[in-house]
């Protein structure tokens, strides 16, 4: 089974405040995504990773930075919080093409 | 740009009333339709992934079709548990995206 897992489920963080976000899968995919799930917008990608320091955007990358220095570690930073950031996260892993997604983190700033 | 349309937005059924909800889409070559369920504040499940038309998959109760412009998920005798959001999404090829639908809400009354 694959296992995808994100460090928090919820987060309340102030505007301006720097927020981490992790993300751990345990299949060794080669691919792992961030997205952000807003309602009336569906999921929109982030960024995405095809392999451990290579990343690529998505279609919304501003405001976001990603890391990953570990095959099985995804990193999703907002440099400075801003409240139209408030939304769900969802990060996801593939090794073809079909993406599993973990429980999500909802975070709210303030 | 690919685009992905489902309807309807909210299906409500009595407990054993199949139905079938609509994916339709647009994009320039698909490598894979996918169906997720997503149930509310948690991240997607993974269904079902379809790559060519005429392709058929199941599982318990759902089952999913793919033709050359839309797919379908049929939902057989549903029970109060098939109660969630599914999502559809496609991957064009060469793409590792996927671009969403904005689901459709179905709620089984028992």
């Known amino acids: 089974d694959v296992k995808v897992t994100q460090s928090s489920r919820y987060l309340v963080k102030r505007t301006g405040e720097k927020v981490f976000l992790e993300c751990v899968q345990d299949?060794?995919?080669?691919?792992m995504f961030w997205y952000r799930q807003d309602p009336g917008l569906g999921l929109r990608l982030i960024y995405f990773s095809y392999d451990v320091k290579m990343k690529e955007k998505g279609d919304i990358p501003e405001g976001y930075s990603v890391s990953r220095e570990k095959k099985e570690r995804f990193s999703l930073i907002l440099e400075s919080a801003s409240t139209n950031q408030t939304s769900m996260y969802l990060c996801a892993s593939s090794f073809g093409v079909t993406q599993y997604f973990g429980p999500g983190t909802r975070l709210l700033v303030l | 740009e690919d685009q992905v349309t489902q309807s309807p937005e909210a299906l409500r059924l009595q407990e054993g009333e199949s139905s079938s909800l609509n994916c339709s889409y647009t994009?320039?070559?698909?490598?894979?339709l996918f169906w997720y369920r997503q149930d509310p504040g948690k991240g997607p499940e993974f269904l079902f992934t379809l790559y060519s038309a005429g392709e058929e998959k199941e599982k318990e109760r759902l089952k999913a079709t793919l033709t050359k412009k839309e797919s379908f998920l049929h939902i057989t005798a549903p029970k109060p548990e098939d109660s969630a959001t599914y999502l559809c999404a496609v991957q064009a090829l060469g793409d590792y995206k996927l671009s969403f639908g904005a689901g459709t809400t179905v709620t089984v009354r028992a």
């Open positions: 299949m060794d995919h080669e691919n």
């Open positions: 994009v320039s070559g698909l490598r894979g």
